[in-house]
């Protein structure tokens, strides 16, 4: 594996860029905006081809790199359901797994720090966000944090991974790097508490002033969404009202760019194709699957997603190589279901 | 193995604590002073012994955690045999292997950044301290640096290790934490050169202002050895010169502390016993080899080492027991070599 831990020396983020091999997928958990161009570098110097960007939680003290990552490279940008954030490609739920070419990350909830606070865990190590820190935990005095939900998510999900874990936090202030999970159970002060209650205690009196960046960083996050507006102002954008007067039509082929465990949650358009969004780019060019289907028929190509991101940007790449039938579903899935499409399970 | 990379943000410094299992033996690479309590208590936490604290070399910028880890632990301190430090307590040469218990890393002379540079070497990574940074080197205009020997310590020696061998320097100001051999030969700018005259016009031509902390950090950098004469107030230390007179008693053991690589490179005084310096502890407790001996004769123990610090630090620890016969010679082989003493090799 591949494994780069990256500091932001302004606000003391760690990032993370993974790849199981060189020359493959990679992708990169909480990266910062001022940073995106040395990580890019870095892709592009370890041949890896960067296909998502994932952040553990709405960040307060730094603005994402997320939508720059994605408008850079028209990399996936991924986030927990519950977040906030007006738009990101895709949204994961305790139980999924975060997967690249060689490699996946099992998804688990971790609340607390945040009501959108995930963490991501392979056999040797957790990214836990700002849910478990060096020696520390994330504060839970702001953005529906809740302390007595981070203790669960600390001891009744964190502290249950083999104590050799490793412990790659999104922050850390003193010039830790890693922790191990044991040695967190051990020596961790606010986790040496007798009860719930006693750490709610805690957490409810460290008085902390607000971070430094705040009141830039969360409107900022807030707002990491694609510019769907450029698509549908090319009159590449089908409505989700008009999208379905489209489905079953013999000129139409609807293609599904999602993950199957999304599809599986949220449920298919009835007749749509499935080609997962990382085998857009093979599928398109000359000699591509989908490239064949538009240029031997007259068929128009309707691309969704989730929530429009993806298929914004496969109609853009697919107009890039000259299928001029390309449109999408702007909104995705979502605007679907508001506009009561249906979905077969 | 256990690794622990930790950073210093007032000076950009890493620091790595290296162990091969916990309760075992650990050595720190490169310190820094105002860090020595964060890193003995994370000894401490991962139930680990320090044995050795090293400097790659004489750092400008920061004040070396050397001494006073020596001071609180005992632990022996390690430079390159041309260091202008007043004392460590072990100096090394190319070739030589710096050991703890279970790991061994090669000792690489590597001058340049200056004309005590070293680095180490396990076999997946090595630690090039000022040599060979992350995308750059250590500068070569102070403290008897010369580009022409560092083009020849990075392109002769560090980049003929594989391609794949992590490296870990002294030093990141950027936020990386990592890198690989093959990666900096690809991507290193200052690497990219076709002659050595290329490099050292370009190292030649950096016009670097001088470190914040140079003029503080040099001259404490310069006197970090023991205070021998504490041991000699106390009427415990003996002088190579009158020393002299003792070899062959029958009434005085010599036990020589150094590692077989010190004796068999500067000679043995004759009759002396090997105890190296990590044995020691062991040795003195009650049940001890040495312990009895102390006790079951009335020999009186002369320690001795390379330059005085290892056996002034026996010497105490001998006390501190009851074993009132134990002496040193202060300043070691150097010193007995310059009063003419008589050695094996």
Redesign the interface.
Known sequence: MIF??????VSGTYSYLLASRRGGEALIIDPVLE?VD?YLQLVN??DLRLVKAVDTHLHADHITGLGALRDKTHCVTVMGEQTKADVVSMRLADGDKLGIEGLALDVIYTPGHTDDSYSFVLPDRVFTGDTLLIRGTGRTDFQNGDPRQQYESIFGRLLKLPDETMIFPAHDY?????STIG?EK??NPRLQVKSVDEYVHIMNNLNLSNPKMMDVAVPANMRVGLHQDDIAARGWAVSAELALALVGRPDVALIDLREQSERERHGVIPGAIHLPYARLQENIAAGGMLHELAKSTSKQLLFYCAFGERSAMAVQAAQDVGISSARHIQGGIDAWRKASGPLMH
Do not use: N, P, Y
Not at 4 to 9: A, I
Not at 174 to 178: L, S
């Open positions: 780069r831990q990256l500091f932001d020396s940073k040395r110097e370890l003193k010039g830790e790097t890693v040695e051990a020596f």
